[in-house]
């Protein structure tokens, strides 16, 4: 194969697939808690005019996964469209945590996606003993 | 008080009460409390050709095109891109490859190339150009087939 038949082999297509974006509210957060798990309801937003895939994760300060429940976790936005996230996050035995939200958009199969946009919302969570 | 006085009073009365009393004006407060708001959309997916040499794929390489996103920020966030590690390959390619992300954004924020971590301070919309670019090194060449990387391009 010569580099000119290689170079349309991995030319990917551009341009074509429906756009992906999100935004996310709130993306700073401070709770108290005084149980063993902390709660916050985040917002995922599309604002545009599409539908987009959208998955929701917590993750650590070092961006390692967090074992957290996310209902729902993945969902399906239509244009214009938010909704309601909740996130419950367990302290492990810690006094307090620091965990990123993060909204990322998921291409969907069809469609060759390279960029996946993620906002991350920053939160830190005390415990507090009655 | 004379029959004709009594209508100059009604009127001085009636000027008088045209005019708002000081004590009347009330100063109405609005108050709004705008937080931490980042928005991404990808406007268009990015293009790598290969090298002559068939060492290197890149999005920057004549033929190749950067992806595309538009940022709106109200300012406080910071703009990151992740390691590549999601990548499709032909099954011919069995030998390492580097992946090395970059952006750069012109807009309501200027900046230049970079792969790493840029704090977004000031509010506005930009677009974000992100160039992909695959390496293979000694004799390792990439193979016959379509490869596609993703990028994950962080706003928090």
């Not at chain 2, 099954?91 to 977004?120: F, K, N, Q, R």
Request: charged residues 15%; contains cysteine; proline residues 6%.
């Amino acid at each position: 194969m010569s580099g000119i038949q290689l170079l349309a082999a991995v030319a990917l297509l551009a341009g074509t697939a429906p756009a992906a974006a999100q935004s996310m509210s709130p993306m700073r957060g401070e709770i108290t808690s005084f149980t063993d798990a902390f709660a916050v309801r985040v917002h995922p937003a599309n604002p545009y005019d599409h539908r987009i895939r959208v998955d929701v994760r917590v993750y650590d300060q070092e961006f390692r996964p967090v074992a957290a429940q996310v209902l729902p976790g993945s969902f399906t936005l239509g244009a214009q469209a938010s909704r309601s996230v909740l996130v419950v996050v367990p302290f492990e035995g810690a006094a307090s945590r620091k965990v990123r939200i993060c909204t990322e958009s998921v291409p969907f199969p069809d469609n060759q996606t390279q960029i996946r946009a993620q906002i991350c919302g920053k939160f830190l969570a005390t415990r507090q003993s009655r | 008080m004379s029959k004709s006085a009594a209508p100059a009073l009604v009127l001085v009365l009636a000027s008088l009460s045209a005019w708002p009393a000081a004590a009347d004006t009330i100063g109405l407060l609005f108050d709004a409390t705008v937080d931490a708001v980042c928005t991404l959309s990808v406007n268009s997916n990015g293009t790598m050709v290969a090298s002559t040499d068939l060492q290197t794929l890149s999005s920057k390489l004549a033929g190749g095109s950067p992806a595309s996103l538009t940022l709106s920020t109200t300012g406080g966030v910071d703009l990151s891109l992740d390691p590549v590690t999601t990548v499709t390959a032909p099954a011919g390619d069995v030998t390492t490859t580097t992946w090395t992300p970059t952006y750069s954004t012109s807009g309501a924020h200027t900046i230049a190339e970079t792969g790493g971590t840029t704090s977004l301070t000031s509010p506005g919309t930009s677009t974000v150009s992100v160039d992909l670019v695959g390496a293979k090194s000694g004799s390792d060449r990439f193979a016959a087939g379509n490869y596609q990387a993703t990028v994950t391009v962080r706003c928090e």
